[in-house]
């Protein structure tokens, strides 16, 4: 009996082999319009977030500056979001710069924020105009003052919009979220405004950047490293993950149809049978 249990389990046969991760299909033959459709008569993610990587490796393939992928990959941000409003994405997360970040080179950190504030201010009416209602969650404590400008002014601008809502996350990192939120609760309960036992999960989350915000559906990282990467650490705790291996400047609509169909084919369970 023992043996049999353990040739089983070591085979990969028995449970495992009954509950594959997703249902495999071969989806390289479909041209994107049919995975449009298809994509679009099965359950839609509510939040997808992006993990765009690989501006780098794109940029020294091509033997250009890296600041050249990262100006090729904030083009891309912009493709990707119309994209997703157009299949019916309600809300997107891109993380655009970690509290990581900052141990870059500093022409690096410096051209990225310039190349920030260049997207935001040129392309500022085009994103009134679309419907999209940008936010930048992150520390906002250590930006550059003309960074931080532009980034009060594309909030404000795009305020009353509601085609899709987009976070772009900006000198942020999940863990220093989370440090942030257990200092206001803590603050609230040195004034007596919360007890400390009362506090749960939905306190927490109600002082992270993202509150109001659902959590993500599915995260997506291009570039094929499959880390996390200190990206929304606690909002992702049931989130699926698909990693594409397409450094972000390449990335296509069809990538993301492929991705949202990996996640169409996932069971979530989150804990249950
Ligand atoms: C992601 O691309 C963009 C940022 C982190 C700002 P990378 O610059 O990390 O690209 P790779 O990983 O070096 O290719
Ligand atoms: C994650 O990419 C951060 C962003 C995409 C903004 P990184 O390139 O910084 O991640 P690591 O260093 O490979 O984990
Ligand atoms: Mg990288």
């Known amino acids: 009996m023992l043996r049999q249990v353990f040739s089983r389990l070591f085979s990969g046969a028995g449970r495992y082999a009954e509950r594959p991760a997703g249902r495999r299909v071969d989806n390289t033959v479909k041209d994107t319009d049919s995975l449009k459709a298809e994509v679009g008569r099965g359950k839609l993610p509510l939040h997808v977030a992006i993990i765009m990587d690989g501006n780098g490796r794109w940029a020294q393939r091509q ?38 970040n900052w141990r870059r080179p500093k022409d690096e950190v410096k051209g990225l924020m310039s190349l920030l504030v260049d997207m935001f201010e040129r392309r500022l009416e085009d994103l009134v105009d679309y419907g999209a209602r940008i936010r930048v969650i992150g520390r906002k404590d250590r930006l550059p003052q003309h960074v931080l400008r532009a980034i009060i002014k594309v909030e404000e601008r795009t305020q009353a919009n509601a085609k899709i809502f987009v976070n772009l996350a900006i000198d942020y990192g999940g863990r220093d979220e989370i440090s942030r939120a257990a200092q206001e609760l803590a603050k609230k309960a040195v004034l007596g405004e919360i007890l400390p036992e009362a506090i749960r999960e939905e306190h927490v989350s109600s002082h992270l950047d993202t509150a109001g915000v659902p959590d993500p559906d599915l995260v997506i990282r291009t570039g094929g490293e499959m880390r996390i990467s200190n990206f929304l650490i606690w909002q992702s705790a049931y989130a699926e993950l698909v990693v594409s291996p397409v450094l972000w400047p390449d990335f296509s609509g069809r990538d993301l149809l492929l991705a949202i169909s990996e996640y169409q084919r996932r069971d979530r369970r989150f804990g249950s049978v």
């Open 63 to 100: 033997r250009l500056p890296r600041l050249s992928g990262h100006a090729a990959g904030g083009k891309k941000a912009e493709e990707i979001v119309k994209f997703a409003q157009d299949i019916g994405i309600k809300h997107m997360t891109l993380y655009v710069f970690s509290t990581e």
